[in-house]
Structures are given as structure tokens and as C-alpha cells.
């Protein structure tokens, strides 16, 4: 798994074309390995997603977060070399494992060989669900784009911003891409880990995470 090398990442590219309402997802899944000059060391223990929705924080209750129908922003803490790997599902077998206490070995929809990375600032401002597959999301300096259309820094940390505008539903049984205010399904279940580089350069991968995003009309 791309965590555990020392020099590399695999970074997995997607590309989208869009077609009358909807957006056709073409899926060219191939693996780069691309050599990395860790520029910078961790100081981040605690990579997490923060759920944001017109520039307010939404907190989780019981697990859930509630979000209305309309655009919203997933905000991480990142640094070079970071990187995150979700599952969003309409299903829950990805959350029922996390929720027993598996690792991201144990969870076949958090593989690195079914991750998805468009790699191009978050052009599309899309959010990738399936049941067996993942959202990668990364930065590497050296590269001159990365999976967030904005990046905050403040005082020595940066913020990775994901805004989501559409969703892509990609399973085999549906294939089709909805504005986040015309979507019709009410609740994804997220699993989701980060990883980091720490003063030796050594990969550390942290627990994996978990929520319940709920949709409502506004």
C-alpha cells in the first residue's frame, strides 16, 4: 500500500466529461509513482475532517452531521506529504466495519488500488461515491496542482479546502452525477484516514474515522 513506501506515492487520476445534465464518469485508474523531496517535517497528529456549510462549522451529533441541500466544504489540516483516504457510500458495510474497531487493511473500500484523485485543483467541485472505492486526496508541493480547489495558511499551518457542489454516484448500478441541492438520496455513511511524514521521514498512518452525512431541504 502506498502508506507503507518510503520514497513514493500513487496517486490515482480520474477524469469527467460532461454530457447534456449530467456528468459521464470515464475512469482511466492508473498508478504513477512519483518521487517525493519531503520538504517539509509533521508536526500534525490529529488529521481530521471538519464539515463546513455557508462558512459555519457543522458539528457532529451522535456521529451525524445535518446538512442542508446546497453546496458545502470539507476542510483538512495538511502539510506536504499529507494526504487523506474516504469512502462515501449509500452503504453502511464500510461504516459498520470502522464502527467495530477495523484498521484501513481490514476495509476493502479504503484500498489504495480503488482510490480516485482528480489532481486538478478540485475543478470539478465533486464529491465520488462508492460502495467499493475511494476519494484520495493529497498535496505534494512539488507538484504545481492538488485534490483542493483552496488552500488557507495561517500562522504555519495550512487548511486543504474541498468544496462539494455535485455528487457522483459511480457504482455499477448507478452512474450519474446530481448538483448537491437535486440529489436524492438522504445519508452517506463516510470512513475515512489521513496519513503524514514525521521527522524521519517515515510514513505514519493514523486511525480510521468515521460520520453520517444527512441531507434535508433548506
Known sequence: MFHNQSDYFSIFTIFASQSTNLYSIEISLFTVL????????????????????????????????????KPFEFRIAIEDSSGLVLNTSTDSASYQLALNGASE??????????????????????????????????LLMSRSS???????????????????????FIDDTL???????????????????????????KSVVLPVKHFILTFSED
Open 34 to 69: 512519483i518521487f517525493s523531496p519531503f520538504l517539509s517535517f509533521s508536526q500534525i497528529e490529529d488529521l481530521h475532517i471538519d464539515v463546513y456549510q455557508d462558512g459555519k462549522l457543522i458539528s457532529a451529533t451522535s456521529d451525524t452531521i445535518q446538512l442542508q441541500k
Open 175 to 201: 452512474r450519474a452525477t446530481h448538483e448537491v441541492n437535486s440529489i436524492s438520496v438522504e445519508k452517506l455513511y463516510c470512513v475515512y484516514y489521513a496519513y503524514y511524514r514525521d521527522k524521519n521521514h
Open 146 to 168: 492538488c485534490d483542493f480547489d483552496q488552500i488557507i495558511t495561517s500562522e504555519g499551518s495550512m487548511v486543504g479546502i474541498r468544496t462539494i457542489e455535485r455528487i457522483s
Open 105 to 138: 487493511d481490514e476495509i476493502p473500500s479504503l484500498s489504495p488500488i480503488e482510490g480516485m484523485s482528480d489532481y486538478n485543483d478540485n475543478k470539478n467541485r465533486s464529491l465520488f461515491v462508492k460502495s467499493t472505492g475511494n476519494n484520495y486526496w493529497g
